[in-house]
């Protein structure tokens, strides 16, 4: 089949205000929804990441999704406070996947692709979070408990030095009242313990789920959970300066060696003030994305 063009235009107004982390991706996420609608391919799930739900079927035409977009993608860590923005969301979205989707009564639930949890106990607010087993980041390391020990500490806050924030997160709400994930290195299963309870527990462990292994490796941090357990600062420090700054891009640079992506997509080219493409990832386990290349073209408002 030949390649196939549809044009979707981003505006300045849709983007996000406010002090919450959550609901800037939320509120990135539902307009990345309404162009998945526009399009009218089937090309974007309820958790907008590019595929059908389940278990690896399907086919990838040989079709590219444009969209214009007014603000060129910056950084691969969209947790921190100075990128935590709409112009990377509408990338990432399709890259980086997570715990839960929206159902298509608007209603938060398991994304069964990346994993399962459940409330266990009110009393305290217990959660138990399993990984699915064929998970894995697109350099083929497994998805694994490391990865949220990692989400958990650069967003709870409790990590200081000279009384301030090692990470520097755009907001620590939910994790900051949690306490560390109960696991072990390399664990596919995890139980988190609330000390307050949370009403928005079930949308915990959302975008951006960060790959511990490559803060490990460009830290030169040995054992990031081991580190986390026994709070030595001196490795978390390490850790937050690349979780801070490692991720942050020049326009055009790609660093695919610690870019690794864990949704149906993974980012192929970027060419500064034009376009950034993303190509369907070869390893990605879940229903194959519907079309096999999206390009986000960058246009000055």
Request: negative net charge; hydrophobic residues 35%.
């Amino acid at each position: 089949m030949g390649q196939r063009t549809v044009a979707i235009h981003g505006r300045r107004s849709f983007n996000v205000e406010g002090n919450s982390m959550l609901s800037k991706q939320r509120s990135a996420r539902s307009l990345s929804l309404l162009a998945c609608g526009a399009l009218a391919l089937g090309a974007c799930s309820t958790a907008d990441t590019g595929e059908g739900s389940g278990g690896g079927d399907g086919e990838t035409q040989d079709q590219t999704i444009a969209f214009a977009w007014e603000q060129e993608f910056e950084a691969y860590n969209g947790n921190t406070s100075s990128q935590n923005a709409t112009k990377n969301t509408v990338v990432l979205n399709r890259v980086l996947t997570q715990f839960w989707e929206y159902d298509p009564e608007g209603q938060v639930a398991p994304y069964e692709p990346f994993g399962s949890f459940q409330k266990t106990s009110d009393d305290p607010l217990t959660v138990e979070y399993t990984i699915n087993e064929d998970a894995k980041w697109s350099d083929g390391e497994p998805i694994d408990c490391d990865d949220m020990v990692l989400k958990w500490a650069a967003q709870s806050g409790k990590f200081k030095k000279d009384d301030k924030d090692v990470f520097s997160p755009a907001a620590t709400t939910g994790y900051e009242d949690m306490q560390q994930p109960q696991c072990e290195d390399g664990d596919k299963k995890f139980t988190v313990v609330y000390d307050e309870p949370f009403a928005d527990w079930s949308a915990s462990f959302d975008q951006f789920i960060m790959p511990a292994h490559i803060v490990e490796k460009e830290a030169k941090v040995e054992d990031l959970v081991a580190a986390v357990t026994d709070k030595d600062m001196d490795a978390i420090g390490k850790a937050a300066k690349f979780w801070n700054e490692g991720w942050v891009l020049k326009a055009g640079e790609l660093k695919p060696d610690i870019m690794p992506s864990s949704g149906p997509y993974m980012i192929d080219s970027w060419t500064a003030g034009q376009s950034l493409t993303l190509k369907a990832n070869p390893q990605w386990w879940g229903d194959a994305p519907k079309a096999s290349t999206i390009v986000f073209r960058f246009i000055a408002g």
